[in-house]
């Protein structure tokens, strides 16, 4: 079963079972972009069969973690790493893995192209809050890379603006997820945390 409907399909029994109603409620899920768009898929599938909506805020894990740590108001958040996931609760859920490559608007490369001349601009999630781009530049420095990159790297907000930077032709190349696990750079763990007692039911579906 897809990663986001672990975290909502599986508990939907204990919830139809228990003597709290969820319907026509609202649980708020807040999704590492990496995960955004499958994650909409999911929440679409679950909320054609139950009558509980999801509301989707995505963006870079260490954003969201800064939001969460100034009080929005999520129920659930799906991060890309589990250091932050950590410092907020002990009980937090491994729930699958994400596979970072690189990528031109022609498809995919190998790491040794990233030094050809006719790649100019790379973008890279910004590794101080997005774990793809974190990923990226260990990964780069193990290498020996990282310093003769440098001058190459465009920063984005997140892994999915990094995506969308080189589809758009705004970059030559990208640091960005990647289905394939044979081709991956590196692999970043999804992590749930239960954030909301009112999301309880859910969470503890997770396997």
């Given at each position: 079963?897809?990663?986001?409907?672990?975290?909502?399909?599986?508990?939907v029994?204990?919830?139809?079972?228990?003597?709290?109603?969820?319907?026509?409620?609202?649980?708020?899920?807040?999704?590492?972009?990496?995960?955004?768009?499958?994650?909409?898929?999911?929440?679409?599938?679950?909320e054609?069969?139950?009558?509980?909506?999801?509301?989707?805020v995505?963006?870079?894990t260490?954003?969201?973690?800064?939001?969460?740590?100034?009080?929005?108001?999520?129920?659930?958040?799906?991060a890309?790493?589990?250091?932050?996931?950590?410092l907020?609760s002990?009980?937090?859920k491994?729930?699958?893995?994400?596979?970072?490559?690189?990528?031109?608007a022609?498809?995919?490369?190998?790491?040794?192209v990233l030094?050809?001349?006719?790649?100019?601009?790379?973008?890279?999630?910004?590794?101080?809050?997005?774990?793809?781009?974190?990923?990226?530049?260990?990964?780069?420095?193990?290498k020996?890379?990282?310093?003769?990159?440098?001058?190459?790297?465009?920063?984005?907000?997140?892994?999915?603006?990094?995506?969308?930077m080189?589809?758009?032709?705004?970059?030559?190349?990208?640091?960005?997820?990647?289905?394939?696990?044979?081709?991956a750079?590196?692999?970043?763990?999804?992590?749930?945390?239960?954030?909301?007692?009112?999301?309880?039911?859910?969470?503890?579906?997770?396997?």
């Amino acid at each position: 079963m897809p990663v986001f409907l672990s975290v909502l399909f599986l508990g939907v029994s204990l919830c139809l079972c228990s003597s709290f109603s969820y319907a026509g409620k609202t649980i708020t899920v807040a999704v590492a972009s990496s995960y955004y768009e499958k994650a909409k898929v999911y929440s679409t599938q679950f909320e054609q069969s139950h009558d509980v909506k999801v509301r989707l805020v995505s963006g870079s894990t260490g954003r969201l973690f800064n939001q969460i740590q100034q009080g929005a108001p999520f129920d659930i958040w799906i991060a890309a790493d589990t250091q932050r996931p950590a410092l907020l609760s002990s009980d937090h859920k491994n729930i699958g893995r994400g596979y970072l490559g690189i990528v031109t608007a022609d498809g995919m490369i190998d790491l040794k192209v990233l030094l050809q001349s006719h790649i100019q601009h790379i973008a890279i999630a910004n590794p101080d809050v997005a774990p793809f781009g974190l990923a990226a530049k260990f990964m780069l420095e193990r290498k020996g890379l990282w310093k003769s990159l440098q001058p190459k790297l465009v920063y984005a907000q997140n892994a999915m603006q990094a995506s969308m930077m080189v589809h758009q032709g705004l970059t030559d190349a990208a640091f960005v997820p990647i289905a394939d696990k044979t081709h991956a750079l590196a692999e970043i763990p999804y992590v749930a945390v239960l954030l909301s007692a009112k999301a309880q039911v859910f969470y503890d579906g997770l396997p």
